[in-house]
């Protein structure tokens, strides 16, 4: 049986792929999205993901972080290849679920352009 996710530390679980895993923005998966997202502190890294102005590589590169936080060793190329349930929902809601053990409430991912009808 795989390790548990613990609340307390940040930890979520998400199921990747058909395997459980424990993902966590450790301080090192933070100073790595930091970079990743040209921002010069954790306030600009929050808002930015407040805005849910997030896209598909945004979600890879908060996934793949939050795998390497929790002690998974995955590239963004192989976050990018996996499976989810639901799909691009399924993604979100993980990175969402991610952000806000990180950063608490109002911190969510939402694709910018989600699936489902538009109105016209």
């Known amino acids: 049986m795989g390790a548990r996710a613990n609340r307390h530390r940040g930890e979520i679980e998400a199921v990747l792929d058909g395997e459980r895993r424990v993902l966590c923005l450790t301080l ?3 100073a790595e999205l930091e970079t990743a997202f040209a921002v010069d502190s954790l306030t600009g890294l929050a808002e930015r993901f407040s805005s849910g102005r997030l896209k598909a590589g945004d979600l890879i590169r908060i996934i793949g972080a939050g795998l390497r936080g929790g002690g998974n060793l995955f590239s ?7 499976a989810v349930a639901d799909g691009l ?6 990175a969402a679920a991610l952000l806000q053990a990180t950063f608490g409430p109002g911190a969510e991912a939402r694709p910018e352009n989600p699936p489902g009808p538009h109105p016209g």
């Open 28 to 30: 090192g998966a933070l």
């Open 76 to 82: 963004d190329d192989d976050v990018a290849a996996m």
């Open 89 to 94: 929902s399924g993604f979100a809601r993980i």
